[in-house]
């Protein structure tokens, strides 16, 4: 069966460092993966969408950056967090070909400092 | 994408129907319609997904009518553990690398 892994679960981090937070598909071959991001109280904001190995669409402009180093792998990287980074952030996966349902991690709360 | 609109919040009682109700009205002909549940600090989890008709599982109906610009969650018999968002998605069949956008769901409070 297919399993979605992310982590940290939980990181504070101050202002102005970096970030990684990883996430693994194991059990699928060729995901489509994505990062989205939910602040306190909101809804769920598409982040970045992959459909194959270096392959990164990016929704919202921001100081993140994804990437897709290997097939079932994907990370969400920043050089410099701002206040406004802090959120809960859920990477998702959906099989390539027959997306209709997306499933979803564990989440990372991220807390900046 | 077609959009999707559906009420903020809804409140009921243990042992009661609930109804979920989402508009549609741009759904495109190989569009399904899919609803999620989130409970805090997890990820949505995948509930039900239909064409048209009804489709039926162990935890909810979905309805859908014939234009299928709408559609109903339907969660029989709510207990407390059901207080959760849902959301309503229109997902087209079969399109990698859809961008899937989730709106601001309802939050359902049940009470005792």
């Known amino acids: 069966s297919q399993t979605i892994h992310q982590w940290p679960a939980t990181l504070v981090q101050p202002v102005g460092s970096p970030l990684s937070l990883e996430c693994t598909v194991e059990g699928t071959s060729n995901p489509n993966l994505y990062w989205y991001r939910q602040a306190a109280g909101r809804g769920l904001q598409l982040l970045f969408y992959?459909?194959?190995?270096?392959?990164i669409s990016s929704e919202v402009p921001q100081n993140l950056s994804a990437s897709r180093p290997q097939d079932r792998q994907f990370i969400l990287s920043s050089k410099k967090l701002l206040l406004s980074d802090s959120g809960f952030y859920l990477c998702?996966?959906?099989?390539?070909?027959?997306?209709?349902?997306?499933?979803f991690g564990e989440g990372s709360w991220l807390t900046v400092v | 994408l077609a959009k999707t609109t559906q009420p903020i919040s809804m409140d009921s009682y243990e042992g009661q129907e609930v109804n979920i109700t989402c508009s549609h009205n741009?759904?495109?002909?190989?569009?399904?319609i899919t609803w999620y549940q989130q409970f805090p600090s997890q990820g949505p989890r995948f509930i039900i997904q239909?064409?048209?008709t009804k489709v039926t599982n162990e935890v909810a109906s979905l309805f859908i009518p014939a234009d299928r610009k709408s559609s109903t969650l339907s969660l029989p018999r709510v207990s407390l553990s059901d207080t959760a968002v849902y959301y309503c998605?229109?997902?087209?069949?079969?399109?990698?690398?859809?961008?899937?956008?989730f709106g601001k769901g309802t939050t359902l409070s049940v009470s005792s």
């Open positions: 239909g064409y048209k």
């Open positions: 998702a996966w959906d099989p390539i070909h027959s997306g209709n349902t997306i499933y």
């Open positions: 741009n759904i495109a002909t190989n569009d399904y």
């Open positions: 998605l229109v997902v087209p069949a079969n399109q990698a690398g859809t961008a899937l956008i």
């Open positions: 992959s459909v194959g190995i270096g392959q």
